[in-house]
């Protein structure tokens, strides 16, 4: 069976910095009938388990280490085994949120993930957080941006570990020379695509933040 694209929502909390705000994360998950990736296993460990169902989980991908992304992390691979995975530059977040659990492999610019006979590519785009990665699978027309990039421009760039040109050089040189028809499919809220959001890189730029 081709390889399908699921979507969960879990709620939880977002902690930075001294604050706390109510979220709402979306999970992905990538694969067949027989063997999945979950990008960012966000709040509720049961039920990313209960939609991965009795598939193979070969890896937990993080987009990157801000705790509503990463806290059900742990969790998940203990019940499944699977690995998880998170850009190095991002283990100083990570540790503020697991500091006795270490992520279990590095994720690298260029690196390419296989499930279903589906490739995700790597692609390293700081801004929102150092070691913030998106990943783009062009068999299947998506890109998976975590907090990068959302459906009116960038993620928030106003806290720790964050900075608002390297963000918007990320988006420019990595994220939006890719096809114009790639569906976005992000960290919270609703899809957009590179061909929506692409017009509007120069009011993100004037706007500054």
């Known amino acids: 069976m081709a ?13 930075l910095d001294g604050g706390t705000w109510d979220v ?19 709040h509720d460990a049961d039920a990313i388990a209960a939609a991965v169902g009795d598939r193979r989980l070969t890896a937990i991908v993080c ?7 990463i806290d059900a992390a742990p969790e998940l691979a203990a019940r499944t085994g699977a690995p998880i995975l998170l ?22 610019d260029g690196q390419v993930l296989t499930v279903a006979g589906v490739e995700l590519a790597v692609l390293h785009t700081p801004g929102h957080a150092p070691g913030a990665v998106c990943l783009y699978a062009p068999a299947l027309g998506a890109l998976f941006t975590g907090d990068t990039l959302f459906n009116g421009g960038p993620g928030a760039t106003g806290r720790s570990y964050s900075h608002f040109p390297t963000i918007i050089d990320s988006i420019r040189d990595r994220l939006l020379a890719l096809p114009h028809e ?21 009011e993100w730029i004037a706007r500054g933040h």
């Open 3 to 15: 390889a399908r694209i699921e979507h969960l929502v879990t709620s939880g909390q977002f902690s």
């Open 24 to 42: 709402d994360n979306n999970v992905w998950i990538i694969g067949d009938d027989h063997e999945a990736i979950v990008i960012d296993a966000a």
């Open 63 to 69: 987009t990157h280490a801000h705790n509503d992304h």
């Open 87 to 108: 850009h190095g530059d991002d283990l100083p977040l990570w540790k503020q949120t697991h500091p006795d659990r270490e992520p279990d492999a590095p994720l690298a």
């Open 182 to 202: 790639t569906t976005v499919l992000t960290g919270h809220g609703d899809a957009t695509s590179i061909g929506a959001e692409a017009p509007h890189l120069e």
